[in-house]
């Protein structure tokens, strides 16, 4: 699909439609609310607050979007954000996402990640319209084997730490309340479609997290400093931000067209030669740079942390016609072309690399 088509077409079903967006105040949240707001959609946002060390979301503070500042355990705020909003999409992005904080906090990651997604569908099946929801997940969501085959979506789930079970268990919440609520043979009745999303490892401007190897890169070649690496070894799927976020947009449309055949599970990753090990991909971010330097971090193997993980998108591709269009160098040239933006202008850029993207 030309990318010229891909804006045409995203505007074509978003501008003027209602967006409920959860995390709207993290990494790709804003990138989402950013992308939306430039298709026209009207988005009202539902997150905790941006921590003062991401300060991403706060250089989009002149967006007209609606913010909730609110936490997804509320049910009964979160049910009436919804219930006054009347949104046609819900992209539910809300979560503890990062591996290691699972395991200081592994009852507060399954709390966040499988209650919060079940409350937001409880939310959603009070609507009395048409809606299409889609679930954010992760690649993480199958049982690892480590093998250097491609998770296809019909694999079996899993996980290791609290993490990649929690989101594991959120894939369930998901199919329970498509088997009992929005099941496809009611679709006249209850008029919801429900899809989930697995995206591999992304990256971008714009990441602050911690423990993620881009944020982490950047701040210390802005420092001058070495780069620590936790397992150099970890052959992971890379891709820019924007490639998984149109999937989801992508997926949103289909899911208009034809809401039976699409409520199901995705993946969204890199095409197999943009899987690196997290070695190759430093090697590649100091080369953009220009200069830097990389050290094996002696606490790597302290924590489990899956080593190998590939995704099959063979599924994306065919029926949605949704490909990668960055390589994973291009995707670490773009992130790091951010991170050395002055502050001022990163808004700015955020949204030039948003429009080069939709007509690359
Ligand atoms: N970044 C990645 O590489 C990656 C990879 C695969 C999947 N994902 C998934 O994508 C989604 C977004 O991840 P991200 O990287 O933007 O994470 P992030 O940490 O930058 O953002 C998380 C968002 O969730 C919100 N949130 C967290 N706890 C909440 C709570 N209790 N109540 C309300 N809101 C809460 C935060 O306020 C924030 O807006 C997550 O579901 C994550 O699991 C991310």
Same mark, same amino acid.
């Given at each position: 699909?030309?990318?010229?088509?891909?804006?045409?077409?995203?505007?074509?079903?978003?501008? !003027?439609?209602?967006?409920?967006?959860?995390?709207?105040? /993290?990494?790709? @949240?804003? *990138?989402?609310?950013?992308?939306?707001?430039?298709? /026209?959609?009207?988005?009202?946002?539902?997150?905790?607050?941006?921590?003062?060390?991401? +300060?991403?979301?706060?250089?989009?503070?002149?967006?007209?979007?609606?913010?909730?500042?609110?936490?997804?355990?509320?049910?009964?705020?979160?049910?009436?954000?919804?219930?006054?909003?009347? #949104?046609?999409?819900?992209?539910?992005?809300?979560?503890?996402?990062?591996?290691?904080?699972?395991?200081?906090? +592994?009852?507060?990651?399954?709390?966040?990640?499988?209650? @919060?997604?079940?409350?937001?569908?409880?939310?959603?099946?009070?609507?009395?319209?048409?809606?299409? %929801?889609?679930?954010?997940?992760?690649?993480?969501?199958?049982?690892?084997?480590?093998?250097?085959? =491609?998770?296809?979506?019909?694999?079996?789930?899993?996980?290791?730490? #609290?993490?990649?079970?929690? &989101?594991?268990?959120?894939?369930?919440?998901?199919?329970?309340?498509?088997?009992?609520?929005?099941?496809? &043979?009611?679709?006249?009745?209850?008029?919801?479609?429900?899809?989930?999303?697995?995206?591999?490892?992304?990256?971008? @401007?714009?990441?602050?997290?911690?423990?993620?190897?881009?944020?982490?890169?950047?701040?210390?070649?802005?420092? !001058?400093?070495?780069?620590?690496?936790?397992?150099?070894?970890?052959?992971?799927?890379?891709?820019?931000?924007?490639? #998984?976020?149109?999937?989801?947009?992508?997926?949103?449309?289909?899911?208009?067209?034809?809401?039976?055949?699409?409520?199901?599970?995705?993946?969204? /990753? #890199?095409?197999?030669?943009?899987? =690196?090990?997290?070695?190759?991909?430093?090697?590649? $971010?100091?080369?953009?740079? !220009?200069?830097? &330097?990389?050290?094996?971090?002696?606490? /790597? $193997?302290?924590?489990?942390?899956?080593?190998?993980?590939?995704?099959?998108?063979? &599924?994306?591709?065919?029926? =949605?016609? *949704?490909? +990668?269009?960055?390589?994973?160098?291009?995707?670490?040239?773009?992130?790091?072309? *951010?991170?050395?933006?002055?502050?001022?202008?990163?808004?700015?850029?955020?949204?030039?690399? %948003?429009?080069?993207?939709?007509?690359?």
């Amino acid at each position: 699909m030309e990318k010229l088509v891909m804006l045409e077409l995203l505007r074509s079903y978003y501008a !003027g439609k209602k967006v409920f967006l959860t995390g709207h105040t /993290g990494f790709k @949240g804003t *990138w989402m609310m950013a992308l939306l707001h430039q298709l /026209g959609a009207e988005v009202k946002g539902y997150a905790l607050a941006p921590e003062d060390s991401a +300060p991403f979301h706060n250089l989009f503070s002149g967006l007209n979007v609606q913010s909730v500042i609110a936490d997804i355990r509320n049910r009964k705020q979160l049910t009436e954000e919804i219930a006054s909003f009347q #949104p046609d999409y819900v992209f539910h992005l809300a979560a503890q996402p990062l591996v290691l904080l699972s395991y200081e906090i +592994p009852s507060e990651t399954f709390e966040v990640n499988v209650v @919060g997604t079940a409350n937001v569908l409880e939310a959603a099946r009070q609507l009395e319209k048409r809606c299409n %929801i889609i679930v954010i997940t992760t690649d993480k969501v199958y049982d690892n084997k480590e093998h250097h085959g =491609l998770y296809k979506e019909e694999d079996r789930l899993g996980g290791y730490d #609290p993490y990649s079970a929690s &989101k594991a268990c959120t894939e369930l919440v998901v199919d329970s309340f498509r088997n009992s609520f929005f099941n496809v &043979k009611d679709i006249l009745i209850h008029r919801k479609a429900l899809a989930s999303a697995r995206a591999g490892n992304v990256i971008g @401007g714009g990441d602050f997290s911690r423990n993620r190897i881009i944020p982490d890169a950047a701040k210390a070649l802005l420092q !001058g400093k070495e780069i620590l690496v936790r397992n150099p070894g970890s052959v992971r799927p890379w891709q820019h931000v924007l490639e #998984p976020v149109c999937g989801y947009l992508l997926l949103g449309t289909k899911m208009t067209d034809d809401p039976v055949s699409f409520s199901q599970a995705f993946n969204f /990753g #890199p095409q197999p030669e943009d899987h =690196l090990t997290v070695k190759e991909l430093v090697e590649l $971010a100091i080369k953009t740079w !220009g200069s830097g &330097k990389m050290e094996v971090s002696s606490n /790597g $193997a302290a924590m489990h942390e899956a080593n190998l993980l590939k995704l099959d998108i063979s &599924k994306a591709a065919e029926q =949605l016609s *949704w490909k +990668p269009q960055l390589s994973a160098p291009q995707a670490i040239e773009w992130s790091m072309d *951010w991170y050395k933006t002055p502050v001022e202008q990163q808004a700015e850029f955020t949204f030039t690399q %948003i429009d080069n993207y939709l007509r690359k």
